[in-house]
């Protein structure tokens, strides 16, 4: 059965309540929420939709990811230039320890995955929430930032543009790709 919706669209949100994320960075100089809702049909365990972040990012993004890690390592801020994000990928369950690139899992909940990293510039949070919400399941991602001086100062400045235009886009390609997941097994079956 292929089942079409087509109201899939982002939308800013609150953060979910009775969350990790909030309380997880000791200040908060940025925060957001952007989330999605899919047929309730499409619901997916909270690792699996961490690794449908990973495995939808758009190319255009890989390569400013790339650029990144190449800045980054002259100026001395950590990368991920060392690190097997496949096999991280293919072993990930959620559980606090784990990364994937730079997104370490700090914390888990029924309904949240926390993910952080810390460096000398700026320390970020990004969870994971997916919910039940009747006949849908709500996909959000929320961002908390803690600027570290001057450095990252100019360093959110030059991201938090990209940052606004990709979660929404990410969010799409998730319920895009938890579409045609659904559909393949359904044709499979």
């Not at 049909?41 to 690792?47: A, R």
């Not at 758009?58 to 390592?73: D, F, M, N, S, Y």
Request: glycine letters at 4%; proline letters at 4%; one cysteine or more.
């Amino acid at each position: 059965m292929v089942l079409k919706y087509q109201n899939m669209e982002p939308y800013i949100t609150n953060i979910p309540s009775d969350n990790l994320i909030e309380s997880a960075l000791d200040r908060i100089d940025y925060l957001d929420a952007f989330a999605i809702r899919i047929p309730a049909i499409y619901e997916v365990s909270l690792p699996r939709l961490v690794k449908s972040f990973f495995y939808t990012i758009p190319t255009w993004c890989k390569l400013l990811l790339g650029l990144r890690e190449v800045i980054a390592g002259m100026i001395g801020l950590k990368t991920a230039s060392k690190v097997n994000v496949e096999e991280q990928l293919r072993n990930f369950s959620g559980t606090p320890g784990e990364s994937i690139a730079l997104f370490h899992v700090k914390g888990r909940s029924e309904k949240e995955i926390l993910t952080s990293e810390e460096d000398k510039h700026l320390d970020f949070c990004l969870s994971f929430f997916g919910e039940r919400k009747d006949d849908e399941f709500e996909i959000t991602l929320a961002t908390t930032v803690k600027i570290n001086g001057w450095l990252g100062k100019v360093y959110w400045f030059f991201v938090k543009p990209f940052h606004k235009i990709l979660v929404p886009v990410m969010l799409k390609r998730i319920a895009k790709h938890l579409q045609q997941r659904y559909e393949l097994a359904s044709v499979s079956k």
